[in-house]
């Protein structure tokens, strides 16, 4: 282990001003430090505010070990260490870091430090606040990121205490999983040099703070900025002390001037890290009232200043770069002046380096007992036994391949988190310390599930689910599970086009890297019965619910007193991720297609909902939305679509009507949706009809003088046209699309749209099933073909073989 060269300094060599560095002096003041000069310099100017602060140097860390003799003592331990053995690298860790915190600062660092602290403070009445942070020569490097490795002190005051932060920082470059880190990316810890960054608080210890991507750190998607938020100093959210907030930004109509938030969903805040006037520890963690606690940490103007910010930070590195260059960013709020800053920034180190050549999608294949749900990271599956660790004297004890179990992860367990199967814990959210190391170790891990730690046990078997959208779920037992690998390389495209049934707002961002051509039916029910879960009629009539369903609904609508925006704002989420996935690909929404009985199962629906023994037969689809019991609460339903077309800036979104009987019917709808501005023709909205009725395909050409088109409903069609009710055991091997007298339909159906100029697909499962129907649809000349996800790489292979015969 070699010993790092010390150059001659002066005292001009020790310290920088964060205006007077850049990208350029990584390798003299670090990544993390280096970023916040680049961005003083640069990024300022153009309004993002980055608080003042100065760096020490190197050459200021190498003076230290090299004057005091500590280089050599510490290449000395060092190389007795093993560390591939947990015991080994906490021992010999240790000893470096008590032989740092040992030894007194050289004079003229000292003086040099002291010197800019009491500059950064004029121009207050007392002394400053700061932050000491951590930045090391090699992070951010191309093929590893150091970042995070080393400490951070907070609401640091005075030059004592300054000085001996600055200590403890130098101490950090040698955490057991410093050391681990750089032993497993090759680098040799002696060469490796630390910057510290001094830079005043922001007082978010009185507002909010938090974290910020340029990416969505699960799927890779990249048009979106992630933001985490909780209320007080960031810390917590980077350490998964508490669940934050989460809301999503679409970057390409937010650089249009649209307001495009995708997501907000509130998080538990439980905690909030503030000032510690006088303790020992500068900083601690108090309650946050549970009132506060159920609202989001930020307004909407403040999500999007914070993104186009990300947009902004992230174009400049990009720049810099040659190449699109996500970014990983915090935050803070100054409770006193509200305004927001930018206080770290760095390249993403995870997805935007993963180079994908295919595409892995894991299936269960059976379930069992749910025992605890959170956060998913990862998008995979795994199984294995328990092992609970509730502090690091526990670390010791774990085994290749268990389940880590803890409350939240610490960053010196990193060494043994790379043998895990897979990683559960009580807190964090999707950014935070356990997430990020799972997804650069390609490990799934569900966070934030409250309960882990109670209700699971050590050597208890389970098997963790993240591959199916936001929830993570944990089942009891060792559960079987398939992994689907798709090569989509280099694939042609057929003329027919192949769409996709999406319901999942969740899994929009992983389905839409699957080669498709948009989505030919994104369902509305799903996502009210996920997303919203109230009827909305409830919403509208809130004032007059009983206590106990009131209740109900506060518990769902967490966050908002506007309980009718709650559904607007739900729904145009819902419906704005799946839009903002497949843009600019045409995204086809069908207006909910609930039916009585289904709408009675929602908070509070029972109380509007008539009881019918046939609901599939009656009051559904286009029949309700201009029946005086629910117009009002279609308008909601409008509203919604309204935003995503024309607050989020989401034009793909076309707009379909479900079990519309006749062309009058669909008059009438027409005639409402108008009342809420959107009216076919206008700023390209286009209105689909299901074609799903007999009645549908023999006044094919009377509908296709008001819509623009036809999906052809293959299940609700096979059963009116058989009158077979698909629901029913009894006859069902009566329900088969193929049927003749169902092809003729669709055949019929087909030609009239072509003859009209009108568009003409399908969204229903037949094709998904039976491949013979998929090459009787392109033989018919069908525009589009909409499949579920796991149909469309195998029936697209399909087509282009039938399209190719057919020349």
């Given amino acids: 282990m070699s010993v790092a060269s010390v150059p001659s300094t002066s005292a001009t060599d020790l310290v920088r001003w964060f205006d007077q560095i850049s990208m350029a002096d990584v390798s003299t003041v670090g990544g993390k430090n280096a970023s916040l000069g680049e961005m003083c310099r640069q990024l300022t100017p153009r309004g993002v505010r980055i608080p003042n602060g100065f760096a020490t140097t190197a050459d200021a860390y190498r003076t230290f070990l090299h004057d005091s003799g500590l280089d050599e003592k510490i290449a000395q331990v060092l190389s007795g260490m093993n560390v591939s053995d947990v015991g080994s690298l906490q021992h010999h860790g240790q000893i470096v870091r008590h032989m740092i915190l040992d030894t007194p600062l050289p004079a003229e660092l000292s003086h040099a430090i002291t010197d800019a602290y009491h500059h950064l403070c004029k121009g207050q009445d007392h ?56 032993a497993r990316h090759g680098y040799d810890s002696m060469q490796v040099a630390l910057s510290i960054g001094i830079q005043k608080m922001v007082r978010s210890d009185l507002a909010t703070s938090g974290v910020m991507f340029s990416i969505d750190t699960e ?69 946050v009232d549970p009132e506060q606690a ?31 260059c996500p970014m990983d960013m915090e935050w803070a709020k100054d409770g006193q002046t509200g305004e927001l800053f930018i206080v770290q920034a760095r390249p993403e180190t995870v997805q935007s380096r993963k180079q994908v050549t295919a595409i892995e999608r894991y299936h269960l294949k059976e379930t069992s007992a749910k025992i605890l749900t959170g956060r998913s990271v990862g998008e995979r599956i795994a199984s294995g036994p328990v092992r609970l660790v509730h502090d690091v004297g526990r670390l010791a004890d774990f085994q290749e391949g268990e389940i880590l179990v803890t409350d939240k992860t610490d960053p010196d367990w990193e060494p043994v988190m790379k043998r895990a199967a897979g990683i559960i814990t009580n807190r964090g959210g999707r950014t935070c310390h356990a997430a990020i190391v799972s997804r650069e170790l390609n490990l799934p891990a569900i966070v934030g599930t409250i309960h882990a730690t109670d209700r699971l046990q050590d050597g208890q078997i389970v098997t963790i689910n993240c591959a199916e959208g936001d929830e993570g ?66 919403l509208l009539d809130y004032d007059k619910l009983d206590g106990a369903t009131r ?27 799946i839009a903002a996935a497949f843009a600019p690909n045409d995204v086809i929404v069908r207006l909910s297609d609930f039916k009585t009985n289904e709408y009675a199962n929602l908070i509070g629906g029972a109380a509007y909902e008539p009881h019918e023994e046939n609901p599939m037969l009656g009051f559904r689809g286009a029949s309700r939305y201009y029946d005086e019991s ?80 036809f999906s052809i ?47 003409i697909g399908i969204c229903g499962q037949a094709p998904s099933d039976y491949p013979d129907f998929a090459e009787f649809l392109v033989q018919q000349g069908i525009d589009s073909i909409s499949l579920t996800p796991d149909a469309i790489l195998k029936t697209t292979l399909q087509v282009l073989d039938v399209e190719r015969s057919a020349v």
């Fill in 127 to 182: 002394l400053a606040d700061v932050a000491v942070r951590s930045s090391a020569t090699a992070e951010d490097l191309p093929d590893a990121s150091f970042a995070g490795q080393q400490e951070t002190y907070l609401n640091v005051r005075g030059q004592a205490s300054v000085l001996d932060a600055c200590r403890r920082c130098f101490a950090s470059l040698f955490t057991d999983r410093a050391i681990s880190y750089r």
């Fill in 219 to 287: 799927s890779g998607f990249s048009d979106v900025v992630l933001i985490n938020a909780a209320y007080g100093l960031g810390e917590n959210v980077v350490q998964g002390s508490v669940n934050p907030d989460e809301y999503y930004v679409y970057k390409p109509t937010l650089r249009q001037g649209f307001r495009p938030i995708l997501k907000k969903a509130i998080g538990r805040k439980e905690l909030k890290m503030i000032y510690d006037c006088g303790g020992s520890k500068m900083t601690k963690n108090v309650p």
């Fill in 294 to 324: 159920n609202r989001f940490a930020l307004s909407d103007d403040d999500i999007l200043q914070l993104a186009r910010w990300a947009c902004e930070i992230e174009d400049h590195y990009s720049q810099l770069r040659g190449d699109i």
């Fill in 473 to 538: 779920v944990v089942y009891e037992g060792e559960l079987a599970f398939d992994v689907e690998t798709i090569d989509a390389t280099g694939m042609q495209r057929p003329r027919t086009k192949m769409m996709m049934n999406v319901g999942s707002p969740d899994e929009a961002f992983s389905l839409a890297a699957i080669p498709n051509d948009g989505v030919g039916l994104a369902r509305e029910e799903f996502i009210i019965s996920t997303y919203v879960k109230v009827h909305p009629q409830a």
């Fill in 551 to 577: 209740r109900q609904v506060d518990e769902a609508t967490l966050g908002y007193d506007n309980k009718p925006q709650f559904y607007i704002d739900r729904l145009a989420e819902g419906v704005g991720l």
């Fill in 630 to 709: 629910f117009r009002d609460a279609f308008g909601l339903e409008c509203k919604a679509m309204h935003k995503v077309r024309n607050q989020m800036g989401l034009k793909n979104v076309k707009l379909m009507i479900p079990f519309c009987r006749t062309v009058e019917e669909g008059r009438k709808v027409q005639e409402e949706m108008a009342k809420y501005d959107l009216v076919r023709g206008q700023d390209g909205l286009e209105f689909y009809v299901m074609c799903e009725i007999p009645s549908n395909v023999i006044l094919a050409d009377q509908f296709a003088e008001i819509f623009d088109g």
């Fill in 713 to 759: 409903g293959s299940n609700d069609l096979t059963q009116l046209t058989l009158g077979v009710d698909r629901d029913s055991a009894i006859v069902a091997h009566v329900f088969d699309e193929r049927n003749d007298a169902v092809k003729r339909l669709i055949a019929s159906v087909i030609q009239t749209a072509k003859i009209h100029n009108v568009k």
